[in-house]
Structure formats: C-alpha cells, structure tokens
C-alpha cells in the first residue's frame, strides 16, 4: 500500500492487533472513481470512517462525497461522477486514516521513510500558510500542512500543496544567459554581471526602471532598495499588476486579524472572492457565515461562494464603482439597498469589510479604497484590505516604492533601460501592452528569473537566474504584518543563485554602499522597515463606453496568479482551470446572436484577440468577463477597459 509507513491503521494494527487476521469472510472489492488531478482513490482500502465526507462538508462547503448505498455494500464517492473541484478538495487526503484517498502528483514517487520534512511557507496569497515540504535528495516530491492556529489552522489549499511540480518545468534557468546577435547563450556569472553592470551604468538613474514581483522576499526587496537608491533610481515599484495608484496606497495588515475573522458577525466583501483569491480565507468566512454572521457581497461578478449571502448587489465595473461609493455617501443605485448594508455593519459588535482584487486592480481603485476607508469609519468596521502580491505588506514595509515613477508611470514614459525582479512581461502586470511596448523602446533589460518564457528572451539582453521560495534563505510578511522566515528545502537547479546572492555581487561589482555583508544573517542584521511615501501618479481616465460596446471584468485565474502555478500541470488540468474565454450571460450572447463556443473576436482599440465564447450567469449585463495572466488574453487592455465583441 502506498500509504506504508504512514497509516493510522497501520500503526494500530502493528501495536495491537493479532499476526493473524480473524476475517474469514469474502473480501469487498469496490471500483475507484476519478477524483480528478489532485486525489488518488484506492476505496477497497477504505473503511468507510466518513473523514473525507465531512470535510467536503464542513471545510470545503461543496458537499462532494456521500456515502451510497448499505450494509456491506456501502460506498463512499462523488453523487455525480464528476471530479473533486473545490480548491481545498487535498484536505481529504490528509484526514483519511488508511491509503484509499492518497496525493495524485506523489502517488508511487517514494516511501515516506526516504522523505526528509522542511518548513515552509506558502507564496500563493498573502495569507503565508505554513507548511512541510517533504524532500528527496533536494527535491520536492509533496507539500503537507504545518498547524499554525493563526495563518492556517491544520489545512493547506491545494495550490499550496502541489505548486512544487513547477518548480522543476521545462523553460527553468538554470545558468546565466546573454543574448548576442539575436541568440541566447549560456554565459558565466561573471561574464553575465560584467553585461548587466554595463547596462545599468550607461543609462542615468531616472533612465532607468525596476518592476518587482511582489512575491519577492524582504531580503531581496531590502537589496533592491539599496541598489536602486545607489543607482540613483527612483522608479521602482513592486505594484505591478494595479493600474490606479494616484492615492500611493500600499499594502497594510489587516486591521482584523485573519484567526478572528471567522468570529465576525458581519462581513461585507467588496470585489472580493476569497475563495480564489486566499482559498484559507475563505473559509474563515464560511465558518463565521455558518455561525450566524451576516455576509454581504458587493461585487462584479456574483461568484460562486460556499456560503449563503445575506444581501449581494451584483454590477459591471463602472456601476459597481458607483454602488461602493453610495455605500460610504449614504447615495441611491439601483438595485442596491444601500441603508440596509450600512446598518448591518452598524449593529454588529465585530464588523469587517474585506476588500479583494475588484477594488484594487479596478481603475478607479483610488477613490473605491477611499470610499471602503470611510465605510469603515462610518459604521466601526474593521477594514481588511487583501495585499494583491504574496509579500506585498514586506515589500511596502521594505521600501520597494517609487519616489518618482510608480509601474503605471513607468510604462506610459518608457525607460532607457529596466530590471526585471522575477517578472513575466506578458503575465504579470495590469497593462501587458504598454510594458512590451516599453520595454521593446529601449532593448536594455536586465531580467532577474526562475523561468525564461518567449515573451522575456525577445525583451531582455541578460538573463540571471534566481531561487524561488522553498530554495532560498527568505523572509515574507502576511496579512496579519506577520514575519515568517524560511530556510532552503530544496536544491537550486545547475548554476541558479538565491536573489540575494546576485543582488549582492551586482551591487559590489557597482560600488554601491550596503553590500558588504558576508551571509543572509549579516543582510538580516541591517534590515529596518524604510519609510517611504509612495510617488502619485495621474489616475487612468475611465473607458467612454460607445453604444453596443462592452466593460471587461478582468481577474486573475486561481490557478495562474504567478509563475510557478502557470507550470504545474496537475492544477492546469484541475477543473478550477479553465482556458481562456470571454464569458457573457445568456442575454448578451443572444444580443451577439453567439452560442457556447463560437468564436469572438475582441477590440479595444489597441489590441484584438480571438476567444471562444462561454455564457455564464455570473456575468452582469454590459459586461465580458475576460480572465488575465493567458497570453492569448495578453494584447488586451485591463480591468474596466471598453470592448467591441463581434462573432466570427
């Protein structure tokens, strides 16, 4: 069994029971059922204790498993045949006792006594969920879930638990790469910082600018800092995929901590589906829902959630930015009783309002954050503001902020020159046109990378390849302000470094002061929190829609929000996983005369793309719901931005 050396029942049988078996009788055979990509079945093993019910129950909220039929023939599956999609559905195969529900993507890989258990952290959401990655000879075969009341409890999400299978895909850098004459070549470390210190010292510290994944740790956003500060740079900015940022807002811990939300006797989620967006999360919102909290929804899309709403408004972005704001001003919209929500919040004693990426990717952010803030004020609510980056509260705290051009300002007035930090141009950033025009304008890029993608071998001319979290020294802060530090779990592939070893001997070949540190103790030991204030920029103008024209509702897919889940296969065929579309409701796709699957081609002015159409309810009138981070998706403008769909 695959489960040997692992199993409760294993353990009891060897330090109770009898050396001979006094069953007698005619064995069960019971056929397995495809669970999906993430959950193995072997249910002859299964001795029907019903975990694995309950916690589809109780933790995922999606109701999959049931036991059927009786006596000896009973069974445990899904009703309807159909895989396991909630995105905590690998929470089963940590409660079940024995081998029937076991790890897909570990199943035959190695015996649980070969495996050595590091701690680590999830860098998916900003929730930080700790976790042991389980290793064999400095590779990482399975995650499992390390408790920590505050962050996780004892589950993990299944991004979380299977992301390690990117972490050994095809296109990873594994030595430095220099591109000469139009070809990539391997290069050696000195020969490839000898080529970025050349770039960076030909342009003049305003020519030049820094795009950081906001997934990058405090260690290399603190060298960042330091090396934009000695360059004399001030356009640097980890805020890559927000498009208004006139209010220099930043991201803030939650002003209620997460192990509290579930106490929460109101809860008001504005453009947020914390299902997909920190699945953890949302399940603190289900446990207080199911306490008796009062949920209410403000949103562009009416998600699927887990949980019964007491009131929802449903609205395309432009009206759904009118709804916040008639929820902080006491104003009408239609549809929306704005007065009952508001005295919701009012009459709870432990009110919160959770805010999502539909506020702070919208292009109206700025004035939406504002009117969230004066909501809270209004009515004593506390104000949980999701941080759009897995470390995006360390990088603020870091200083990783523009003090002249902030992302936006960077694309719209292109540099001489830019460093990439663990960016993939096509997917990373809101607006995906503007940075492959920007970065195309000057051809000096310098790419700090895990992976090499099309799109960043035709922009960059030297390529130096970095760790990712569970292979470096690092330090991430969660929603909470928490400051969770991890050690290397696995290996670095060939020739890569940890970011801040790179960082560290640019800036030295540089001359720059603060890096002079021997180890990560010594770089740690020089860390304090930067005050910096954010550099404003213009907010973008809104789309003028034109009759017959559509807003597009952009989001990020559960399954694609960084580089590493765009590479693991087992999440890409995991039904959460779609491919890209544009979704309209069944009376828009009659107003187009289109049914599910036809053709449509999109025009915003700028950029066209052909998709397949979806009809989905979720969709408000006047809008297409087009998800991001999907090249086939990337020529388009962002979230709020005015389309022209017609069938091909």
């Keep these: 069994c695959d489960q040997g050396g692992e199993c409760e029942l294993q353990d009891l049988s060897m330090g109770y029971g009898r050396s001979v078996s006094r069953f007698a ?165 000195d020969e490839a910082l000898a080529k970025a210190v050349d770039i960076l010292r030909a342009q003049g510290g305003d020519d030049i600018g820094m795009l950081v994944h906001p997934a990058t740790s405090n260690e290399e956003g603190a060298l960042l800092r330091r090396l934009a500060t000695g360059l004399g740079c001030g356009n640097i900015d980890h805020r890559i995929a927000q498009t208004d940022l006139s209010d220099a807002a930043v991201a803030e811990p939650f002003g209620m901590p997460l192990a509290e939300v579930e106490k929460a006797d109101c809860i008001l989620l504005l453009g947020c589906n914390p299902r997909h967006e920190a699945p953890l999360l949302g399940l603190r919102v289900r446990k207080a829902a199911n306490a008796g909290a009062k949920v209410l929804a403000v949103n562009p899309l009416d998600f699927d959630f887990d949980f019964t709403l007491a009131g929802k408004h449903i609205a395309a972005p432009s009206k759904f930015a009118e709804a916040v704001k008639a929820l902080a001003t006491n104003g009408a919209v239609d549809g929306l009783d704005a007065a009952s929500f508001v005295d919701a919040l009012k009459v709870a004693e432990r009110a919160v309002i959770v805010v999502g990426e539909g506020v702070e990717l919208h292009p109206q952010a700025a004035m939406l954050r504002a009117a969230a803030r004066k909501l ?53 950033v809101a607006d995906t046109p503007a940075l492959l025009k920007a970065l195309d304008h000057g051809r000096n890029v310098v790419a700090f990378a895990a992976y090499a993608d099309d799109s960043l071998k035709q922009l960059a001319k030297v390529i130096l390849p970095i760790g990712l979290l569970p292979e470096i020294d690092a330090t991430l802060d969660n929603v909470d302000g928490r400051s969770q530090s991890v050690t290397p779990a696995t290996k670095l592939p ?140 990337a020529p388009l403008a962002g979230n709020g931005a005015a389309l022209s769909l017609s069938k091909v």
Aim: hydrophobic share 40%.
């Design 25 to 189: 009788e005619r064995k069960r055979v019971v056929p397995d059922e495809d669970f999906g990509p993430l959950v193995a079945s072997d249910m002859t093993r299964c001795i029907q204790c019903t975990r694995c019910i309950r916690t589809t129950r109780e933790i995922c909220g999606t109701n999959e498993l049931g036991g059927m039929y009786r006596g000896e023939r009973l069974q445990i599956g899904t009703y309807d045949g159909k895989p396991l999609q909630s995105e905590l559905s690998g929470n089963v195969i940590d409660v079940c006792p024995v081998g029937a529900l076991t790890n897909k993507v570990f199943r035959f890989k190695a015996r649980a006594w070969e495996l050595i258990a590091r701690d680590s952290i999830g860098y998916h959401d900003a929730l930080g969920s700790n976790l042991f990655l389980h290793t064999r000879r400095g590779e990482a075969l399975r995650a499992v879930p390390r408790d920590n009341e505050a962050i996780n409890e004892c589950w993990l999400s299944d991004r979380d638990r299977y992301s390690h299978q990117g972490l050994q895909a095809a296109d990873r850098v594994t030595a430095p790469m220099l591109r000469e004459n139009g070809n990539w070549r391997e290069a050696s470390w």
């Design 376 to 428: 809270a004020d209004a009515t004593g609510a506390r104000l949980n503001r999701l941080p759009q980056g897995a470390n995006a509260v360390g990088l603020a705290r870091a200083g990783v902020l523009p003090a002249a051009l902030d992302a936006r300002a960077m694309l719209a007035s292109p540099r001489k020159a830019y460093v990439l930090y663990g960016v993939e141009p096509e997917l990373d």
């Design 494 to 633: 060939g020739d890569a470094r940890p970011g801040w070893r790179v960082l560290r001997a640019l800036g030295a070949q540089l001359d720059l002061d603060g890096f002079d540190f021997l180890d990560v103790d010594g770089l740690r030991d020089g860390l304090s929190p930067v005050e910096v204030t954010a550099a404003t920029s213009t907010a973008p103008a809104p789309a003028g829609l034109e009759d017959g024209q559509f807003e597009r509702i952009s989001s990020t897919p559960i399954y694609r929000g960084d580089a590493v889940l765009r590479r693991c296969a087992a999440l890409a065929s995991q039904t959460l996983s779609r491919e890209p579309a544009v979704m309209l409701n069944p009376a828009e796709a009659a107003r187009l005369g289109a049914t599910t699957g036809d053709a449509i081609r999109i025009d915003d002015g700028r950029g066209k793309a052909t998709l397949p159409l979806v009809i989905d309810h979720a969709v408000p009138d006047g809008a297409a719901w087009i998800e991001s981070s999907h090249p086939a998706t």
